[in-house]
């Protein structure tokens, strides 16, 4: 069971950190520095950023479950 968690949890990681990669820089910030203030026409829709939006937000409390199911496992595993 440990060994289950502990690979979703590397996958939703990994996931999670190209999701984050994939969102539009909202200015200001670092992704200013390194050329993403430029507008782009590749940016998409509203719609293709709501889902990006809720497909970010399920896989982020997919990989919080992970943490505190791990956690509680190994806390009580005798």
Do not use: P
Not at 4 to 21: G, Q, Y
Not at 33 to 54: K, P, Q, T, W, Y
Not at 67 to 75: E, N, R
């Amino acid at each position: 069971m440990t060994t289950a968690l502990t690979v979703l949890l590397v996958l939703t990681s990994l996931i999670l950190i190209l999701l984050v990669l994939l969102h539009k820089g909202r200015g200001g910030g670092l992704s200013d520095m390194f050329g993403g203030g430029v507008s782009s026409s590749l940016g998409g829709s509203s719609i293709a950023e709501r889902n990006l939006d809720r497909f970010t937000v399920g896989m982020g409390v997919i990989w919080f479950a992970c943490v505190i199911a791990l956690g509680l496992l190994l806390a009580y595993q005798s």
